[in-house]
């Protein structure tokens, strides 16, 4: 069994198998890979991204897959290799329960603590969106922009601003992205009275065409105009460019948009997942 890590040079080769929106993952920051192959067919694969790098390492698996019980072997040996390196604390991991019987047992071998439980993610549709309670009224506060209108300045302050808060949303590398990894003319923001951002509601267009929200906060004051402002705000022009079906995944990564999720959508619901941690040797930074 042959254990490769992934780069930007050689992803291309193993694209069909991981799938294209976690394969544009790899290059980036903080996202590792490893692909097993046996006479060159390939039996399985993992990426990952690291959280905390600097202090008490995770490390969030994204994505798992393994053909067989060797190949998940070899690949959690290598793993735990490369993240023993950055002094990693805790592993975190979650695929879908209908796709992935045989991974809950992988899994569990390679020490993970696994239960059943609801996806953080929603998938809804434009069309769905757009028959929320919050889209009776159509208007959107003045200070509520486009992060196409606002200067890359006014940006780069806005991210500045959460990454110094400890706010990074779905993001380790946030600090790192340019503004054109987010749909600007869909992605909102919100702007204090000297013009300086203090909202963000960041989406990013995944090859497949799906858009994923990446980051939802909000700073300011106006604390009842402020997210409402920019969600409706990002209802109103995806209308503009997207057809009803266009796909939207809703991240409930925390409390605030846990909340935003129930109030909005209250008949959302994420599907069946399986979700596991283990402890790993990291030692304190």
């Known amino acids: 069994m042959r254990i ?16 294209e929106d976690m394969a544009e993952n790899i290059g980036r920051q903080f996202h590792r890979g490893l692909i097993a192959t046996e006479n060159s067919e390939i039996r399985g694969g993992i990426i990952w991204q690291y959280i905390n790098l600097d202090r008490n390492c995770e490390s969030n698996i994204e994505w798992f897959r393994a053909l067989d019980r060797q190949a998940a072997k070899y690949i959690f040996a290598s793993y735990t290799e490369m993240i023993g390196k950055e002094n990693t604390r805790q592993s975190t991991i979650t695929v879908p329960a209908l796709e992935s019987p045989e991974e809950k047992e992988f899994l569990k071998e390679a020490g993970f603590k696994i239960r059943i439980t609801e996806s953080d ?6 069309a769905e969106l757009l028959e929320m309670p919050l889209m009776k009224d159509r208007r959107v506060p003045s200070h ?3 992060v196409g209108e606002i200067m890359v300045r ?30 600007q003319d869909v992605s ?12 963000l509601l960041l989406f990013h267009k995944l090859p497949s065409g799906i858009l994923s ?8 004051k106006d604390v009842a105009n402020g997210l409402p402002g920019m969600m ?13 079906d266009t796909q939207i995944i809703l991240n409930r990564h925390n409390e605030a948009s846990l909340l935003l999720s129930e109030k909005l959508l209250p008949r959302g ?5 399986y979700a596991g941690s283990r402890t790993e040797g990291g030692n304190d930074v």
């Open 4 to 19: 490769i890590e992934l780069t930007e040079d050689n992803i291309a080769d193993f694209t069909a198998f991981i799938g």
């Open 121 to 126: 993610k929603i998938i809804v549709t434009l």
């Open 144 to 146: 509520v922009k486009t």
């Open 154 to 183: 006014q940006f780069r302050g806005g991210i500045n601003r959460c990454v110094d808060l400890g706010k990074r949303g779905l993001c380790e590398d946030m600090e790192y992205l340019p503004i054109s990894a987010f749909e």
């Open 188 to 199: 909102t923001c919100s702007l204090d009275e000297n013009g300086e951002v203090d909202g």
């Open 213 to 220: 929200i990446q980051l939802m906060i909000y700073m300011g």
């Open 232 to 244: 409706r705000l990002f209802v109103n022009k995806m209308e503009e460019k997207y057809d009803p």
């Open 269 to 273: 619901f994420g599907i069946p997942v």
